[in-house]
């Protein structure tokens, strides 16, 4: 095993951050990715100069990523494909109500989303790759589909019932990427399947494949509580990036990613009177009377009759509370990692995006730190230039929308490593544990 080639693609393959931990930090090289958007199509070519790029809906070109493989590895199997199809989650509820209307006879009402699993397990068992590895949202452990034979199925279920036949044997856990040194907190459902025969010895199937702890297919956490590292917090991340400000600073000279969008002066007021960790809806009076309000409700001071600090808005000539969930309008904990790096990273009013100190969301530099691509150990920089999307300013070489979308949807390239240098670290113990057995005494 020591010495043969070992080669990846990716599906759904995004911008290609998780490649980056494959290629990047592990140093297996990514030779084939499939991609709907153009513009992260782009971004693959750009950063992968060596790998094809199939772009389209996974759909229309999974035989020819197919072709590519057998062509390129001579019908060898890759040694890993890579998996993050976008799904959209389900509660039971949604579960329940697809499945009484499949046995009803009835084409349910489903997201068409939640079904690209499917093309992705053909791709699977086409090439039969040595190990395939499925990043998801951990709601997918409760996501019914339609499958293949009409049937109403959970996800894992269906995954597992193809490739259990094919000699595989499958282990899903819920990381948390935080306990992996990523200095953010993003849980994960990640599904690792394997089909060499010495692993399959000593990891056999199972029937439920969804595990409460960590599986041995799986990497243990190497920070965070039980560990000897702490949690790499927003500070060790970003604390020493020069300030900015969303009203009068919003960018960096020195660095043209160290930018954060403007704000209108409503959100810089509530924000600034927002503490560190806290949420603009829990804002008292600011003003020197310190009342207290007595209820979530009030906009404006009963004492002074000025506006509180909380986001409120205009409607039929009426002042009233903006709805929405206490997660947004927060600042993020300067001691914590950072909250969950999201499309929105750059959204005040979206699930805790503020800055823990300064008025302001993140910037991209400080994203693009927290999700690990941009890292020492890379040795290189990921190139974002010259690839539009949505509003471009010219004076800029890159999207910002564009950036933060990416990321938003990405698998850090170092829990990426993390995962992948652990399946080499099994191979390697498992052939060193045969070659011991086997040497005669
Ligand atoms: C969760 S993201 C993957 C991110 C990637 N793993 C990374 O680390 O950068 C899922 C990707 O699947 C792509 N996608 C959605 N529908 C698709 C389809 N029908 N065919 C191919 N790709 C699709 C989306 O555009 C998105 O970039």
Not at 147 to 166: D, F, G, K, S
Not at 279 to 295: I, L, R, S, Y
């Amino acid at each position: 095993m020591e010495n043969k080639i070992r080669l990846a693609g990716s599906l759904f393959s995004g911008g290609g951050l998780g490649d980056v931990g494959i290629e990047w930090g592990s140093k297996i090289p990514v030779i084939a990715a499939c991609e709907l958007l153009p513009s992260r199509a782009s971004l693959i070519r750009k950063n992968f100069p060596g790998a094809q790029v199939f772009e389209g809906d996974i759909w229309q070109v999974k035989e020819a990523y197919i072709q590519y493989f057998r062509k390129v590895l001579k019908g060898q199997s890759p040694w890993l494909l890579t998996l993050s199809p976008p799904c959209q989650g389900m509660s039971s509820n949604g579960a329940g109500r697809i499945s009484s209307a499949i046995r009803a006879g009835n084409r349910p009402l489903e997201d068409e989303r939640n079904r690209l699993i499917l093309p992705g397990i053909e791709v699977l068992e086409a090439l039969q790759p040595e190990w395939f590895l499925l990043e998801n949202v951990r709601r997918m452990e409760n996501t019914v589909i339609r499958n293949e034979r009409n049937q109403p199925e959970n996800i894992l279920t269906c995954l597992a019932r193809r490739m259990h036949p094919l000699g595989y044997t499958l282990r899903s856990c819920i990381l948390d990427f935080r306990d992996y040194g990523v200095p953010h907190h993003r849980e994960r459902l990640i599904t690792i399947g394997c089909r060499i025969p010495q692993v399959v010895a000593h990891f056999p199937k199972v029937t439920d494949v969804l595990c409460s702890g960590i599986s041995p297919l799986h990497p243990r956490p190497t920070h965070g509580e039980g560990t000897k590292q702490a949690w790499v917090t927003l500070r060790r991340a970003i604390g020493k990036l020069p300030s900015l400000d969303s009203k009068t600073n919003c960018k960096d000279v020195n660095d043209p990613y160290h930018c954060v969008p403007k704000w209108n002066d409503n959100q810089y007021f509530w924000m600034k009177n927002t503490p560190e960790g806290q949420t603009a809806f829990d804002n008292t009076c600011c003003a020197d009377c310190g009342t207290m309000k007595t209820n979530q409700e009030e906009v404006i001071c009963r004492a002074c009759r000025r506006p509180l600090p909380v986001p409120q808005m205009k409607k039929s000539g009426k002042v009233r509370l903006i709805k929405g969930f206490r997660s947004s309008y927060r600042r993020m904990w300067w001691d914590r990692p950072a909250g969950t790096l999201t499309m929105n990273s750059g959204v005040i009013s979206s699930d805790l995006k503020g800055h823990p100190e300064q008025n302001r969301v993140l910037s991209l530099r400080e994203i693009l730190r927290l999700s690990t691509l941009d890292h020492d150990q890379w040795k290189r920089n990921y190139d974002f230039t010259g690839i539009p999307l949505g509003k471009w300013d010219d004076s800029q070489s890159f999207s910002a929308r564009l950036v933060r979308e990416v990321i938003g949807e990405s698998i850090p390239p170092l829990a990426m490593k993390c995962m992948v240098d652990h399946l080499l670290q099994l191979e390697k113990s498992i052939e060193y544990k045969a070659k011991k057995t086997a040497r005669p005494r």
